[in-house]
């Protein structure tokens, strides 16, 4: 009876002392640790590129994947000469929330070109200069398909200084050419930058790196939480109930324990199938057994406590005491651990990418980013593998070094 009643009164106690004042005190721990502030704004920085996508990065087409061939891997800074020639279809309708997460499909076609000259109704460009292909091409364009999205079973016709044209829309227009070259000049002729330069491919650095982002995070963060659900639920169940549950959990904890992570994801895959999805399915079965090692021996620690003695006796069921009483109290181990395996995921995704058994091209991630580039690494553009190598190390970086901070600010010996 007199354990029922310093559990109420420390119950009592609490509702005096602010709740969140613990937790103020591992705030005010970590702030004062400027490199984890930095690692912290650096991860929030990351974030916030990942839940904008598509609409900050310069190449916003699904997938970051639009190609220049001509352009293959130019480099950082270098700025080209494009025409935007309308395409003969449709917009496609996009939101600002599909953009985000989807991109949208560009209603021009972007011809990178090195000179350009009008002639009469038509506008001719000459290929790219620097192109590798041998033989440079000419395109010939009317302005009105330029201008405007037209109606492909109708023709263009030019007579006396003016063009007569069909739109997508069933609209029969007249422009002089002086106001279709006009148009043409100020808003079809543009110069683009390649911040990062582009890849073999001719697509956008900045661009698929900024994608590749999100991909890394999503893994990380969606792997963490299945390693949670199954690491706190086997761990908190073997520590609590011990006996004959306990045996069966902690030789399954080594049996899994006991198998190189690599190559268990490894397996994982090839059963799940390749894929995005798969990679977060496989990643998060492989990081449980550490979670459910440290919760298991936090629990079994704390059951036999004074407060667990008198919830038991106010006929608590065991399902409330674990979720209420137990698990709250064993939280602060756990949150550096998931901080360490989210550093983890992002590893063992880069390396299954790199693989061909990771996120599939042409999705970007910074592991097939490197494969499809580490041949350059010998050449003058090693940068095309450096770059997400360093993104890798520094999102790698930055979550251990707030696993560390965290470890010590909610350290109450220190």
Known sequence: MKVIFQYLFSLRKKKLVSSGSLSSIAWKKFKKN???MAALFFILISILIAALGYTITPDSSPLAN???LELSTLKPGNRVDMLYVKKNERPAESGLFRTMFYGRKSPYQKIPFSDLYFEGGFIKIEEYADSTIPDLQTYIFSLPDVVYALDPEAGVKIKNEKAFFKTIDGKTQEETLESLRKKTREDHIKQKTFVLGTDRFGRDMLSRLMIGTRVSLSVGFISVLISLLIGLSLGAIAGYFRGFIDDVIVWF???????PTLLLVIAITFALGKGFWQVFIAVGITMWVEVARVVRGQIISIR???YIEACRALGYSNFR???RHILPNVMSPVIVISAANFAAAILIEAGLSFLGIGVQPPMPSWGSMIKEHYAY????????????GIAIVLMVLAFMLIGNALREALDVKS
């Open 304 to 306: 036999e406590k004074e």
């Open 321 to 323: 005491i674990i979720f």
């Open 34 to 36: 400027k490199v984890a």
């Open 377 to 388: 690494l010998v050449l003058d553009s090693a940068y095309l593998a450096i770059l997400p």
């Open 66 to 68: 639009q190609q220049f």
């Open 253 to 259: 904890i080594n049996v899994v324990w006991s198998l």
